[in-house]
Each structure stands twice: as structure tokens, then as C-alpha cells.
């Protein structure tokens, strides 16, 4: 069989579904293009193994995340949550624009960013993992093993959609969810992708991003670049592009920032990640020079990411120094910072196992 007739065979024997099928439940989120909405079949006997769902409402970007969706469950399908069903809602006549519907499978109720807002972070996500409690001491050597743990994970499901072509531009804790069936984070949120693409010269850049997050280019594909799309997309770039470019690394970027919340408790807060990224600034993306900066007069808050970072000889350090660095083409990528020594000692067993 070619690629496109199992896929088109896919299709054709997934059940469809329309908007009546569904009941909404409560609203988990609302962004610009959509709201998103816990939800079940009106008739859970039609599909038993279903469960709970998640149904999003979207705009006319909505096209492009479905399209998002579909390939990344033929191509990397355990790096977001299961996408389910998309399908365009035709409105009856005069009744505004029309609606796209996507479904997936409801992953569970924690995202990383509820997780990380707790006291308890991050044996809470040790916990979930596990699915018991270690009797192991607590100390600064299991908090590095659970946070390296989820950084496995995270940069798996990154490195499978880098692989596949596709960057995400919005990674933040938000947009990671638990997943309590594969016991792992998930990537989700490829909507950032369809805001990206229709571009830049429609939406006020403060629109496409959350600035907290962003990597210091404002733009992943160079716009010098001949022949760049003009859509400096989250889709599938010619390799020569791509190699031309490195648009993953603004990813990276991302995630490395990720890294240094799960690290540093005094640096979770929306505040102080803001007042973080206004000191890098300041001296020139220099993450070194920024522990130069705030070491001698860190509060234990802040001290403890440090001695985090610096066990096992500073291999932590090295690796969110890898990850954080404002030139794009600098960063390490998802494949090589897998690779990286900061996992080579084990980790919490299950993810040993999933690698
Ligand atoms: P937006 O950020 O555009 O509102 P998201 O796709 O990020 O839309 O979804 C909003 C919120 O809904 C997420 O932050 C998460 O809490 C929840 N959510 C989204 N998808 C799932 C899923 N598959 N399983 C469980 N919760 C989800
Ligand atoms: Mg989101």
C-alpha cells in the first residue's frame, strides 16, 4: 500500500461525527481563535472506548489546526494529545462566520503549569509517574531525577515533532498536558501554528505569542531568506530551508525557559519569569553572566535552582546553558539535548522504559 491510500482508508473507517453528537461540559479554556470545552458524546454507546473529550470551537484558523492534527497522528502521534475528529460546522444562513470543530481524547486535568503552581512541585508530578509515593528522602538529588524525568519526556515529544517538520512556537507549561493514561506530558495547542500562518503581516505580533515564552528572534524563518514561504510556518519546510534556518530552536528556547522554572521555585511565577527575561536582556542573553548578576544576593528560592543545576558536576547547568542562548543556530535541538549526559543517569524507571 502507498502512504496515501492508508491514509485515505484511515479516513474513510475513522467514525465522523458532527456537532449534535457532542455535549459540552465546562470550559477549560478561551484564547483569541477559540474556546475550549470538556466534553462527552451525547451517545457514549456509539463509541464506547471514546471517554471524555475535549471539543474546541475555533475560527477560520481552525482549518489549519486540524490540519496540524491530522499529521501529527499519522506521523508522530505520541507527542500531543489523541486528536479524535475535525470537521467545519456550517452555521445556518446570516449567522456569522463558519465554526471548526476539533476533538480529542481528554488527556487528564493537569497541565505542567497547574502542576508547577503547586507547593508540592515536583514530587506532585513524581506522584503521577509512579502512581505511588517514593519513601525515599526528599533532597535536592530526587527533585533533579523527576525534573530530568520530564525533561526526557518534553524533549521526546518535541524531537518527534520537530522531526515530522512542524514547529510549535507556542511551548509553554499551558500548553503541556498530563497525560494520565501514557503517564507522560503531551504536547498541545497547535493553534500558535495556524496564527503564524496567516501571518505576521495581519496580526499584531503581540497577538501570535506569549512574549513570556518567546525565543529573542522575533521570526523563525529569516526573512532574507530567497524563496522563504511567506508564511514562516509550523509546517513542513523544505530541508534545505530548515537547515538553512533551524526554526526548532525557537522551540528550544522555549523549553529551556521551562527548564529554568522547573529548576528554580522563585522563578514560576508569571512576575518573576517576566523580570527574568528583562535581566537576560540586559546583559545580552548571557546566561552566565545573569548567574554572575544574581548569585551573590540570591534568596534560597533561587539558590536552590543552582544547586540543582550543579549536581553531577554541573551537567544540568550545561545543558539549560545549551538550551537558553540567543543566537538560534547555537541552540542544542530536541535530538542532541536527548543525547545530552545530563541523561545518562537513570531517571525515574518508566521513563528509561519509554525511551
Ligand atoms: P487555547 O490555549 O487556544 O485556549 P488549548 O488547546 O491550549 O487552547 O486548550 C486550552 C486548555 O484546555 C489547555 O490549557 C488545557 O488545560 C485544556 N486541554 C486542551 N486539550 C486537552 C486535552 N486533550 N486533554 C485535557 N485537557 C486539555
Ligand atoms: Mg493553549
Known amino acids: 500500500f502507498d502512504m496515501f491510500v492508508l491514509a485515505f482508508l484511515e479516513r474513510l473507517f475513522r467514525p465522523s461525527f458532527r456537532k449534535d453528537d457532542f455535549v459540552l461540559g465546562k470550559k477549560l479554556g478561551e484564547g483569541a481563535f477559540g474556546v475550549v470545552y470538556k466534553a462527552s458524546l451525547s451517545n457514549p454507546k456509539a463509541s464506547p472506548k471514546l471517554g471524555d473529550l475535549v471539543l474546541k470551537k475555533a475560527t477560520e ?18 507527542s500531543c494529545a489523541d486528536f479524535v475528529y475535525g470537521f467545519l460546522e456550517r452555521k445556518s444562513k446570516g449567522k456569522g462566520a463558519e465554526e471548526y470543530c476539533l476533538i480529542w481524547r481528554f488527556e487528564g486535568e493537569d497541565t505542567l503549569y497547574d502542576l508547577m503552581q503547586s507547593k508540592e512541585f515536583p514530587y506532585n508530578v513524581e506522584t503521577k509517574i509512579l502512581g505511588d509515593i517514593q519513601d525515599l528522602p526528599k533532597g535536592l538529588g530526587r527533585e533533579n531525577r523527576i525534573i530530568q524525568t520530564v525533561m526526557r519526556q518534553l524533549l521526546f515529544a518535541l524531537d518527534g515533532l520537530h522531526s515530522t517538520g512542524i514547529v510549535h512556537r507556542d511551548i509553554k507549561p499551558q500548553n503541556l498536558i498530563f497525560s494520565e493514561a501514557a503517564r507522560t506530558f503531551k504536547i498541545i495547542d497547535l493553534g500558535a501554528a495556524t496564527d503564524l500562518r496567516v501571518g505576521i503581516n495581519y496580526i499584531p505580533k503581540e497577538f501570535l505569542l506569549d512574549p513570556r515564552y518567546t525565543a529573542p528572534e522575533q521570526y523563525i524563518m529569516s526573512t532574507q531568506t530567497p524563496s522563504a514561504p511567506s508564511v514562516p510556518v509550523a509546517t513542513a519546510l523544505s530541508p ?116
Open 61 to 78: 484558523y481552525g482549518a489549519v489546526e486540524i490540519w496540524m492534527n491530522e499529521r501529527v497522528r499519522r506521523a508522530c502521534a505520541n
Open 240 to 355: 534545505v530551508l530548515w537547515q538553512l534556518n533551524l526554526p526548532d530552536r525557537f522551540d528550544i528556547y522555549s523549553l529551556g525557559l521551562i527548564f529554568l522554572q522547573m529548576a528554580f521555585p522563585a522563578l514560576r511565577t508569571d512576575s518573576s519569569l517576566i523580570q527574568f527575561n528583562r535581566q537576560l536582556k540586559r546583559v545580552n542573553y548571557d546566561l552566565q553572566a545573569w548567574r554572575r548578576m544574581v548569585e551573590p544576593r540570591a534568596a534560597p528560592d533561587l539558590r536552590k535552582g543552582f544547586e540543582i543545576l550543579d549536581l553531577d558536576g554541573g551537567i544540568g547547568w550545561e545543558l539549560l546553558s545549551s538550551m537558553i542562548r540567543y543566537k538560534a543556530r547555537r541552540r542544542v535541538s530536541a535530538k542532541a539535548a536527548l543525547a545530552h549526559p545530563y541523561f545518562n543517569r537513570e531517571g525515574l524507571g518508566l521513563s528509561v522504559m519509554q525511551n
